[in-house]
Each structure stands twice: as C-alpha cells, then as structure tokens.
C-alpha cells in the first residue's frame, strides 16, 4: 500500500509539473521530460508511469479532472434540483475546474486517428463518472442509451466553450440548457414508445437479446428514465 501512494504521488508531481509546458508544447514527450526535470522524480520511474508520454499525460489531466467534478458534487447540497439541472451542474462543474488551454491541447491531441477511440473512451468514462455521481445505477438499455446522451451533449458543450468568448461563459451555459433539453424531448417521446404495446411486443424478443449481453454486471437496479 505505501509503495502504491508513493507511486500515486510521484504521477501526480509529474503531471503538475507538466501543466505549465502543455500551453506551449502540448501533451508531448517534450512537456514529459520537462516535467521530470521540474518535478524531481527518477526518469525512469517517471517513463513508467507515463509509458505513452504526452499521450498518458492528456488522460491522467483528463481523469484528475472527472475526479475534481465528483468531490465537487458530493460537496454540493442537490436535493431541490431536477435531475436535468443536477446534469446541467455537473457539466459545469467539470468545465470550471477545468484550463481552458489545457483542454484545448488534449481536444487536438484526441482528434488525431490514432487517438480518437480513445479520446470517445475518456468523454463516455465523464458521461459515466456523472451520472453515477448523481445516483443512477441503472441496468438495462437506459444505462447506455443515457451515457451516449450525455457523451453527446458533454462533448458538443466543450467544443463551444472553447470557443466562448462571453462574459462568464454565458453563451455556453444557454447553449447547455438547450442542448439538455434536446435530450429530455427525446426522451418524451422514447416514453411514448415505451407504452406503445404493440412497439413493445415487437421489440421485446430484440432487447431482451441485447439487454443480456450489455448490462453490467453487478449494478444496482434503478428506474432508466432520465426525468426532468
């Protein structure tokens, strides 16, 4: 376990050291290896902990910042919120604990080819990270189907902010609120199919298929709707 936090600690101390190199060399070897020389840490043990170089460097940035946005919520009284305004939140919070720079750097980066599926991975594992915070554990189809909206709608909200030159981000915000509640009409109307019974019938057979070989193991059985 010690050697566990020491080497947790010693990834941290690179990766903050990293952060004032990215604005200039991006997530690279080159912002890599000034970090070592800033933070002290052994080259070696600094290489295998960021085997991939800038690459594992942008993911660790990415993750630390999913990690911020969850203590930042259970931190936040959320009781008198619908749940749309609690994903509305969550995506702020994630946004404001974030360099704007920093993300504009890892966006590129994530956008090559050879980075994109993991780049999608990283957004899912946000969209993911939220929800869970805010207490869905559902297990069917919803559980995808609401963590593939939420990736969309997270990852076309970034791609804006970064563009945003608005006081206080204002322009983002509405753009937020619009791109939820695309999402929520959507969901209407996937209700409305839901108690169609002859839809139902029809697609019972299908989902049951899929439903068994998707749902994750072991999570807990909540109702999928998402509910404004």
């Given at each position: 376990?010690?050697?566990?936090?020491?080497?947790?600690?010693?990834?941290?101390?690179?990766?903050?050291?990293?952060?004032?190199?990215?604005?200039?060399?991006?997530?690279?070897?080159?912002?890599?290896?000034?970090?070592?020389?800033?933070?002290?840490?052994?080259?070696?043990?600094?290489?295998?902990?960021?085997?991939?170089?800038?690459?594992?460097?942008?993911?660790?940035?990415?993750?630390?910042?999913?990690?911020?946005?969850?203590?930042?919520?259970?931190?936040?009284?959320?009781?008198?919120?619908?749940?749309?305004?609690?994903?509305?939140?969550?995506?702020?919070?994630?946004?404001?604990?974030?360099?704007?720079?920093?993300?504009?750097?890892?966006?590129?980066?994530?956008?090559?080819?050879?980075?994109?599926?993991?780049?999608?991975?990283?957004?899912?594992?946000?969209?993911?990270?939220?929800?869970?915070?805010?207490?869905?554990?559902?297990?069917?189809?919803?559980?995808?189907?609401?963590?593939?909206s939420l990736s969309a709608?997270?990852?076309?909200?970034?791609?804006?902010?970064?563009?945003?030159?608005?006081?206080?981000?204002?322009?983002?915000?509405?753009?937020?609120?619009?791109?939820?509640?695309?999402?929520?009409?959507?969901?209407?109307?996937?209700?409305?199919?839901?108690?169609?019974?002859?839809?139902?019938?029809?697609?019972?057979?299908?989902?049951?298929?899929?439903?068994?070989?998707?749902?994750?193991?072991?999570?807990?059985?909540?109702?999928?709707?998402?509910?404004?």
């Amino acid at each position: 376990m010690e050697r566990e936090n020491s080497m947790e600690r010693a990834k941290a101390q690179v990766l903050q050291a990293a952060v004032p190199h990215v604005a200039f060399d991006g997530w690279s070897d080159i912002s890599l290896e000034a970090a070592i020389t800033d933070s002290g840490v052994t080259p070696a043990l600094a290489h295998a902990l960021y085997p991939r170089g800038g690459v594992d460097l942008a993911v660790a940035y990415h993750r630390k910042g999913d990690a911020a946005m969850v203590e930042a919520l259970a931190a936040r009284d959320l009781t008198a919120l619908r749940f749309r305004d609690k994903v509305a939140l969550a995506i702020r919070l994630r946004l404001e604990g974030s360099d704007k720079e920093l993300v504009r750097r890892g966006s590129a980066l994530f956008a090559l080819p050879q980075h994109a599926i993991e780049g999608a991975g990283l957004i899912w594992a946000t969209a993911d990270a939220m929800l869970t915070a805010l207490g869905d554990a559902s297990r069917d189809l919803n559980w995808y189907s609401k963590r593939t909206s939420l990736s969309a709608v997270y990852g076309a909200t970034v791609l804006y902010w970064l563009g945003d030159t608005s006081d206080g981000h204002e322009a983002t915000w509405a753009f937020l609120d619009r791109r939820i509640e695309n999402v929520m009409q959507f969901e209407k109307v996937k209700a409305g199919m839901q108690k169609n019974q002859g839809l139902q019938a029809l697609l019972k057979g299908p989902l049951k298929v899929l439903e068994r070989i998707s749902a994750p193991k072991g999570a807990a059985d909540l109702p999928g709707k998402m509910k404004g």
